[in-house]
């Protein structure tokens, strides 16, 4: 089945600082793939998604590009901050059947 | 538009007692999903509605949980008895179409249950 594996956490930035939180997958075919941000005592929320290869998703000033051949699907950030501090969840989904496989989630805390 | 909701946002219970959570998804929405987070792993499917009906129950972890959705609106989630290993965030999420290639999912802020 398809999987997706994450950078482990937590990762501690300072204000300013550049992000890249790694995620990588294994699937059949070429789903849609997602990442989700969780806010300290919020849900889920969509963060940005990408349908097809070489597809880049952006939102908030996040950006990650569907890489096909190095099936990756990086997370970036110019300039992190504070209120960026959240969990991040790469995802994709299980075929045709729409539950979502997670990776375990990357704590981000950007410090001022 | 008002989102995926669930109750109660926390709930505390001792080992042996029972518990239901509830979801609201989006108007309209024909699937429901719902997920749990165990102790800072990752997030894992537990089952899928479509409409009233039980798509995947692949994820549910044992017969001490069983999920509704009469009427193809709300769903409960009922967890009898409940044990310590049961705790966790549960989430609900729901989407419009068949969850396919591209489909977003909808997540609720999730129900936190502590079991002790």
């Known amino acids: 089945g398809n999987s997706v594996t994450q950078m482990e956490g937590p990762v501690t930035l300072s204000e300013e600082a550049f992000l890249t939180i790694n995620c990588t997958y294994t699937?059949?075919?070429?789903?849609?793939l997602f990442w989700y941000v969780q806010y300290p005592g919020e849900g889920l929320q969509l963060l940005l998604k990408?349908?097809?290869?070489?597809d880049k998703g952006s939102n908030k000033g996040f950006e990650a590009t569907y890489r096909k051949e190095t099936t990756s699907f990086h997370l970036e950030k110019g300039s992190v901050q504070v209120s960026d501090s959240a969990v991040y969840f790469c995802a994709l989904p299980q075929g045709n059947t729409g539950k979502l496989i997670f990776g375990q989630g990357t704590t981000l805390q950007v410090k001022p | 538009e008002a989102g995926v909701t669930q109750f109660p946002s926390h709930s505390v219970i001792e080992k042996g007692q029972t518990v239901t959570l509830r979801c609201d998804p989006i108007?309209?929405?024909?699937?429901l999903y719902w997920y749990r987070r165990v102790m800072g792993k990752e997030i894992k499917f537990l089952l899928h509605?479509?409409?009233?009906?039980?798509?995947?129950e692949s994820g549910m972890p044992n017969n001490r949980f069983l999920a509704e959705r009469t009427g193809g609106t709300y769903s409960t989630l009922k967890v009898q008895p409940a044990e310590l290993e049961d705790s966790g965030v549960y989430f609900c999420?729901?989407?419009?179409?068949?969850?396919?290639?591209?489909?977003?999912?909808?997540f609720g802020p999730g129900t936190r249950l502590l079991v002790l």
């Open positions: 108007s309209g929405h024909d699937n």
């Open positions: 699937a059949t075919g070429y789903p849609s």
């Open positions: 509605f479509v409409k009233e009906s039980k798509q995947d």
């Open positions: 999420a729901s989407s419009q179409d068949p969850g396919t290639w591209g489909e977003t999912q909808y």
């Open positions: 990408a349908t097809k290869a070489d």
